[in-house]
């Protein structure tokens, strides 16, 4: 079936320092990628997305790019900030699961002023 | 934007009582709305998909006697957690989809803790 694989953490880290979370996964057919980031006592929002191969997503000065060589989308940010703070989930859809959203384990971010 | 609200955000109960979650949109109707766990260190993963005037789809291995999920309205789905047992203490998060434009909106999540 279809896996996301995230690194744990926390991940701890600077003001202004460069953030890489990794992202593997293993599905069939073509899925579609996903990042969602979830704040403290909010709901997960979809933070950026990739619907094939190569492509980039980015926002927030967030940017994943859909490497298919390697299976993996991992979501990087040059300059984080102390608003960063927050927990992130990486995710994939259209595999084996169809529709159905399938998540990796989340990631806390800790970003110290 | 778009909001889902889920309710209580954490509840202790002692075991063999029920509990009922809540999940509404806010300020958009949702015919199909989704349950997930999460253990400690470990995925979300996708318990059941609500329909809106029909009966939920439990995913392989949740069982639906145990995890009674109504959705009566287009902006309302309940979870009851019933006879709770400390094996069921996890965080529990559900979303909605839009109606109109198919996104998909998360609730904060509610920890459930049975002693």
């Known amino acids: 079936g279809d896996s996301v694989t995230q690194m744990e953490g926390p991940v701890t880290l600077s003001e202004e320092a460069f953030l890489t979370i990794n992202c593997t996964y293993t599905?069939?057919?073509?899925?579609?990628l996903f990042w969602y980031v979830q704040y403290p006592g909010e709901g997960l929002q979809l933070l950026l997305k990739?619907?094939?191969?190569?492509d980039k997503g980015s926002n927030k000065g967030f940017e994943a790019t859909y490497r298919k060589e390697t299976t993996s989308f991992h979501l990087e940010k040059g300059s984080v900030q102390v608003s960063d703070s927050a927990v992130y989930f990486c995710?994939?859809?259209?595999?084996?699961?169809?529709?159905?959203?399938?998540f990796g384990g989340g990631t806390r971010v800790l970003v110290k002023p | 934007g778009a909001v889902v609200s889920q309710h209580p955000s954490w509840v202790i109960c002692k075991s063999g009582t029920s509990v009922k979650i809540e999940c509404r949109s806010l300020?958009?109707?949702?015919?199909?709305m989704f349950w997930y766990r999460q253990f400690p260190k470990q995925s979300l993963m996708l318990m059941a998909t609500?329909?809106?005037?029909?009966?939920?789809?439990?995913e392989q291995g949740v069982e639906k006697d145990k995890f009674l999920i109504n959705h009566a309205s287009l902006t309302l789905s309940t979870l009851t957690v019933t006879s709770a047992h400390p094996e069921d203490s996890s965080f529990y998060i559900c979303?909605?989809?839009?109606?109109?434009?198919?996104?998909?909106?998360f609730g904060s999540g509610t920890q459930l803790s049975v002693l």
């Open positions: 995710a994939l859809r259209g595999g084996a699961a169809g529709n159905k959203l399938t």
């Open positions: 599905a069939t057919g073509y899925p579609s």
């Open positions: 300020d958009f109707q949702a015919t199909t």
């Open positions: 609500s329909n809106e005037g029909s009966k939920a789809t439990y």
């Open positions: 990739a619907t094939k191969a190569d």
């Open positions: 979303s909605a989809r839009d109606l109109l434009n198919e996104k998909l909106f």
